[in-house]
């Protein structure tokens, strides 16, 4: 057991490896997150947390990015909009960019396994995004988003990831200069999850939702229904009332997610770049 209670930082980030924030959101309400880890390290009947040392942890995951939490000025204000899945805490490599980046966060997602079309209109949507002043933000993916992100560098404008695995490595495993190559040219890479987590489905639902939060719209390039993540970014940004934009369904069923969106009126249909960037303003 630690011999000197742990910090804000640390036990939030405790609390983060252990807990849904479900879970400890009406106690992290009324109660400061060193009581709430505390607590739960008292009365764990597996004893697992009381072996758990925050601010070592913390320290150790801190080689290889900072743990921001609610009351650090750089916290995205957005992710309030998810009530009680609001995040514990976010783990991120490039926070100082945070607030710049977050402001005017654009989400470019799609199939990872993508039609040529679809990556042809990635890139022209993603280009006028960035070059609107808006950060292209998406997965790092394969398909879609990685290509979001490769036309938004070209650009020479930021972007924003966010990953559903620990910041110690990419995923994909072989997108890791991609990954790296964000901060270094003044973005930044968020994920929900400390380093050494690795990605599982649970973690990129998690993370699709992280996404939906974080942006003040989607634009969604093609999407397979009810097996994409790009899906439940885009379901989840439209409950928040984020706009959806979905250029038109190209008739592969790899766009069937779009066509429905579009038919339940969750998405609104933007014909070309430019009417995207109409709908942003």
Same mark, same amino acid.
């Given at each position: 057991?630690?011999?000197?209670?742990?910090?804000?930082?640390?036990?939030?980030?405790?609390?983060?490896?252990?807990?849904?924030?479900?879970?400890?959101?009406?106690?992290l309400?009324?109660?400061p997150?060193?009581?709430?880890?505390?607590?739960g390290?008292?009365?764990?009947?597996?004893?697992?947390?009381?072996?758990?040392?925050?601010?070592?942890e913390?320290?150790?995951?801190?080689?290889?990015?900072?743990?921001?939490?609610?009351?650090?000025?750089v916290?995205?204000?957005?992710?309030?909009?998810l009530?009680?899945?609001?995040?514990? +805490?976010?783990?991120?490599?490039?926070? @100082?960019?945070?607030? /710049?980046l977050? !402001?005017? %966060?654009? *989400? &470019?997602? +799609?199939?990872?396994?993508a039609?040529? @079309?679809?990556?042809? /209109?990635?890139? !022209?949507? %993603?280009t *006028? &995004?960035?070059?609107?002043?808006?950060?292209?933000?998406?997965t790092?993916?394969?398909?879609v988003?990685? %290509?979001?992100?490769?036309?938004?560098?070209?650009?020479g404008?930021?972007?924003?990831?966010?990953?559903?695995?620990?910041?110690?490595?990419?995923h994909?495993?072989d997108?890791?200069?991609?990954?790296?190559?964000?901060p270094?040219?003044?973005?930044?890479?968020?994920s929900?999850?400390?380093?050494?987590?690795?990605?599982?489905?649970?973690t990129l639902?998690?993370?699709?939702?992280?996404?939906?939060?974080i942006?003040?719209?989607?634009?969604?390039v093609?999407?397979?229904?009810h097996?994409?993540?790009?899906?439940?970014?885009?379901?989840v940004?439209?409950?928040?009332?984020?706009?959806?934009?979905?250029?038109?369904?190209?008739?592969?069923?790899?766009?069937?997610?779009?066509?429905r969106?579009?038919?339940?009126?969750?998405?609104?249909?933007?014909?070309d770049p430019?009417?995207?960037?109409?709908?942003?303003?």
């Amino acid at each position: 057991m630690p011999s000197t209670a742990p910090s804000e930082r640390a036990a939030r980030a405790a609390l983060a490896a252990h807990f849904f924030p479900h879970q400890v959101a009406a106690q992290l309400t009324h109660h400061p997150a060193e009581e709430v880890w505390q607590y739960g390290a008292d009365h764990d009947s597996s004893g697992r947390l009381a072996q758990y040392n925050p601010s070592e942890e913390l320290a150790n995951a801190q080689l290889t990015c900072r743990f921001v939490i609610p009351s650090d000025d750089v916290w995205p204000a957005a992710l309030a909009d998810l009530g009680s899945d609001c995040p514990i +805490g976010l783990w991120v490599r490039g926070h @100082e960019q945070l607030p /710049r980046l977050t !402001a005017r %966060a654009v *989400a &470019v997602t +799609g199939n990872r396994a993508a039609t040529p @079309e679809a990556i042809t /209109r990635t890139k !022209a949507y %993603a280009t *006028a &995004v960035a070059e609107a002043g808006h950060t292209v933000t998406a997965t790092l993916a394969y398909g879609v988003d990685a %290509a979001a992100h490769r036309a938004a560098a070209q650009t020479g404008h930021p972007t924003l990831a966010v990953l559903p695995r620990g910041l110690d490595r990419a995923h994909p495993h072989d997108h890791a200069q991609l990954l790296s190559s964000i901060p270094a040219s003044g973005g930044a890479v968020v994920s929900l999850f400390r380093p050494g987590t690795p990605a599982s489905g649970a973690t990129l639902r998690a993370s699709s939702t992280l996404l939906a939060s974080i942006v003040r719209a989607v634009v969604l390039v093609e999407a397979l229904d009810h097996a994409e993540a790009a899906m439940h970014t885009a379901e989840v940004a439209a409950d928040l009332n984020r706009p959806v934009l979905v250029p038109p369904p190209t008739g592969d069923v790899r766009a069937d997610g779009n066509v429905r969106l579009l038919a339940e009126q969750r998405a609104v249909l933007v014909p070309d770049p430019a009417h995207a960037l109409t709908a942003l303003r």
